[in-house]
């Protein structure tokens, strides 16, 4: 009764005054980036696996350099620098090339910015994935007459998928809390909306664990259908003793 008359719970109603549906909207946004991000990280990383595994030495060296410098430097910098000096690159390049000015939207840099970010560890996860396959399958599908792309198709990809899924599935949380640090650039997603409503009632108490109980709910969601893969991925697979 207490705790009650302390914590003013009708402040997370969805109708005003009420900032529940503000705190579900900026929920939503978190999402579209994480998923956004981690589906263009995701691209990048395997082609950046395949390039370190099977291109040339230029290739390599340059995927190593961009892995390298993405993991160095911490990610809220990286934001920063990608967020406000990519934007005013891209800009000046298409004032070069004779092209006006775009104004490119909070959420597709969000999600260019987080894709970055997340290429760069899924290129290492994918990497030590495919080469975690044993080579005596893919040399048995290559002396049955596979092309490449069937090697790849049927084995390889399947083969690498049990090593794969719990570094990727790892890379999707991180992508999840990744969204937050965009509050630093003014972008509404849940952390900045939660600040917001905090600052503006003082129910700072009340707000942040809302916000958390949000990430806590993504996260066992998550859990839920990674394990679903995970198993299905397995399925069939002789564990290494």
């Not at 006006?100 to 030590?128: H, P």
């Not at 630093?184 to 700072?204: D, H, I, N, P």
Request: hydrophobic share 50%; proline share 3%.
């Amino acid at each position: 009764m207490a705790a009650d008359s302390i914590i003013n719970w009708s402040l997370l109603s969805l109708s005003a005054p009420g900032w529940g549906g503000v705190l579900l909207q900026g929920f939503l946004h978190s999402i579209q980036i994480a998923v956004g991000g981690y589906a263009l990280g995701l691209l990048l990383g395997v082609g950046g696996a395949f390039g370190k595994l099977y291109g040339g030495p230029v290739t390599r060296d340059l995927l190593e350099c961009y892995t390298t410098i993405v993991r160095a430097v911490p990610e809220l910098v990286l934001i920063l620098l990608l967020y406000y000096a990519g934007t005013d690159l891209l800009n000046q390049l298409l004032g070069a090339i004779g092209f006006g000015t775009v104004d490119i939207s909070g959420l597709m840099a969000g999600i260019f910015v987080i894709g970055v970010v997340q290429g760069a560890y899924s290129t290492e996860v994918l990497r030590g994935a495919i080469k975690a396959v044993p080579a005596g399958q893919i040399e048995a599908a290559r002396a049955y007459g596979m092309s490449p792309g069937k090697v790849l198709r049927r084995v390889t990809l399947p083969a690498m998928l049990p090593y794969a899924i719990p570094g990727l599935a790892n890379l999707w949380l991180i992508a999840t809390k990744d969204t937050a640090l965009l509050a630093v650039v003014g972008f509404s997603e849940l952390t900045l909306v939660t600040r917001q409503a905090a600052g503006a009632t003082k129910a700072y108490l009340l707000f942040f664990c809302a916000a958390g109980a949000l990430y806590l709910a993504l996260t066992l969601v998550s859990n839920v259908f990674i394990g679903a893969l995970e198993r299905h991925a397995r399925r069939g697979f002789v564990e290494q003793r």
